[in-house]
């Protein structure tokens, strides 16, 4: 069940995008809204430099004050979305940001952010998202495009491989599920055939149909493509609006060092992300 969707918000051009997705969502569950704004206050090397203590009491001041008027505004457009909100405001350093956001969400049902890119600076920060995925005890849903969902999904896909991070996704996703027109397991063949019903995610048919949830399993062949890829043809093929993915069943350094599933969908996905690990 989705009853408290949080949001991170920073000030920056972003903040639009979020909250209309926020709209959505809020509306899609009947939610209660919290947005948590982390202004982010001049760092402690810079009365280490070669600054006076009066300039630096100033730079710290005028962030502070900022902080305070933002927080006005925030409020307001917060109401406007639902009758039920909330703003948390913490002044803090950059560094502090990941984890402030994680530890807040462990009062929330789920942490609404954007997409990951290596080329617009204005998405989600890449260390928050891997310390709200590891270290909130909830999921993240990201999304990557400005498309409304208030009225559910129309296709839903979940990347499906056995995993306990897959099954941990499953039923974070229950909800949003619950909300979808299709439902498609999609498993992706490595070279051999996936010749057992579990692998091919038929067992997985049969857990959602018990939820209500009817659900189709679907088999992609790899055709030479690596795992991401493929998955990534299949959102197209499917004209899907929505993925449920376990995060990160390699270690974090080795998905960004070679490439991993959860390192090129977190960047690469044209759709919205239900996420967790």
Same mark, same amino acid.
């Given at each position: 069940?989705?009853?408290?969707?949080?949001?991170?918000?920073?000030?920056?051009?972003?903040?639009?995008?979020?909250?209309?997705?926020?709209?959505?969502? !809020?509306?899609?569950?009947?939610?209660?809204?919290?947005?948590?704004?982390?202004?982010?206050?001049?760092?402690?090397?810079?009365?280490?430099?070669?600054?006076?203590?009066?300039? +630096?009491?100033?730079?710290?001041?005028?962030?502070?004050?900022?902080?305070?008027?933002?927080?006005?505004?925030?409020?307001?457009?917060?109401?406007?979305?639902?009758?039920?909100?909330?703003?948390?405001?913490?002044?803090?350093?950059?560094?502090?940001?990941?984890?402030?956001?994680?530890?807040?969400?462990?009062?929330?049902?789920?942490?609404?952010?954007?997409?990951?890119?290596?080329?617009?600076?204005?998405?989600?920060?890449?260390?928050? !998202?891997?310390? !709200?995925?590891?270290?909130?005890?909830?999921?993240?849903?990201?999304?990557?495009?400005?498309?409304?969902?208030?009225?559910?999904?129309?296709?839903?896909?979940?990347? +499906?491989?056995?995993?306990?991070?897959?099954?941990?996704?499953?039923?974070?996703?229950?909800?949003?599920?619950?909300?979808?027109?299709? !439902?498609?397991?999609?498993?992706?063949?490595?070279?051999?055939?996936?010749?057992?019903?579990?692998?091919?995610?038929?067992?997985?048919?049969?857990?959602?149909?018990?939820?209500?949830?009817?659900?189709?399993?679907?088999?992609?062949?790899?055709?030479?493509?690596?795992?991401?890829?493929?998955?990534?043809?299949?959102?197209?093929?499917?004209?899907?609006?929505?993925?449920?993915?376990?995060?990160?069943?390699?270690?974090?350094?080795?998905? +960004?060092?070679?490439?991993?599933?959860?390192?090129?969908?977190?960047?690469?996905?044209?759709?919205?992300?239900?996420?967790?690990?």
């Amino acid at each position: 069940m989705i009853k408290v969707v949080l949001v991170r918000l920073d000030g920056t051009a972003s903040d639009e995008f979020r909250l209309a997705a926020s709209e959505s969502l !809020v509306t899609l569950f009947d939610a209660h809204i919290v947005g948590l704004f982390l202004n982010v206050l001049p760092e402690p090397a810079l009365a280490e430099a070669n600054v006076s203590v009066e300039y +630096w009491t100033r730079l710290l001041e005028q962030a502070r004050q900022r902080g305070r008027d933002m927080e006005e505004d925030f409020g307001k457009r917060l109401r406007g979305i639902a009758a039920s909100a909330e703003l948390r405001h913490f002044d803090v350093y950059e560094e502090e940001q990941a984890g402030v956001t994680a530890r807040e969400c462990r009062t929330a049902d789920v942490f609404l952010g954007l997409r990951l890119s290596d080329v617009d600076k204005t998405v989600e920060l890449r260390d928050v !998202v891997e310390e !709200v995925l590891f270290e909130s005890g909830k999921h993240l849903f990201l999304v990557a495009d400005q498309k409304s969902f208030e009225r559910g999904f129309e296709h839903a896909i979940i990347a +499906w491989n056995r995993s306990r991070e897959a099954a941990r996704a499953v039923a974070e996703a229950l909800p949003y599920l619950a909300k979808s027109r299709l !439902v498609t397991i999609v498993a992706v063949e490595h070279g051999e055939p996936l010749e057992t019903p579990a692998k091919r995610g038929e067992e997985l048919v049969t857990y959602l149909g018990r939820h209500g949830i009817d659900a189709s399993a679907h088999v992609a062949n790899k055709r030479g493509l690596d795992t991401s890829s493929a998955l990534l043809d299949v959102i197209g093929e499917k004209k899907a609006d929505l993925v449920v993915m376990g995060g990160y069943g390699h270690s974090r350094l080795r998905e +960004w060092l070679l490439g991993g599933v959860t390192y090129k969908l977190l960047r690469k996905s044209p759709v919205s992300l239900v996420i967790a690990h």
